[in-house]
Nanobody, 124 residues
Framework: QVQLVESGGGLVQTGGSLRLSCAASGRTFSTSAMGWFRQAPGKEREFVAAISGSGGSTDYADSVNGRFTISRDNAKNTAYLQMNSLKLEDTAVYFC?????????????????WGQGTQVTVSS
């Protein structure tokens, strides 16, 4: 029942940084695990990062590990994705998602609430 709205996307140069935000409405945010996914043109939507409801556990795709950081502020009903050292292949529409499940958070089928997405474009 949580509603999600992403923001913070834009155009950046390789090596630059962006911070994406996912604002949630509804009273179930603190019990929902959050995930970030992305979809590039012609490709399947892929897992980027996930964080447990309490924020105590995180997981990252190998392609972004060490460069991206997922976090959340439950008091503000907001999740974040800090993206550093951006590469051309990071260009995609980024989506946030929420689930009451605690397992299988890298699988998009586990999520039942999705935002509309925000475009991230990395240029050389």
């Amino acid at each position: 029942q949580v509603q999600l709205v992403e923001s913070g996307g834009g155009l950046v140069q390789t090596g630059g940084s962006l911070r994406l935000s996912c604002a949630a409405s509804g009273r179930t945010f603190s019990t929902s695990a959050m995930g970030w996914f992305r979809q590039a043109p012609g490709k399947e939507r892929e897992f980027v990062a996930a964080i447990s409801g309490s924020g105590g556990s995180t997981d990252y795709a190998d392609s972004v590990n060490g460069r991206f950081t997922i976090s959340r502020d439950n008091a503000k009903n907001t999740a974040y994705l800090q993206m550093n050292s951006l590469k051309l292949e990071d260009t995609a529409v980024y989506f946030c998602a929420a689930t009451t499940s605690w397992y299988g958070l890298s699988r998009l089928r586990q999520y039942d609430a999705w935002g509309q997405g925000t475009q991230v474009t990395v240029s050389s």
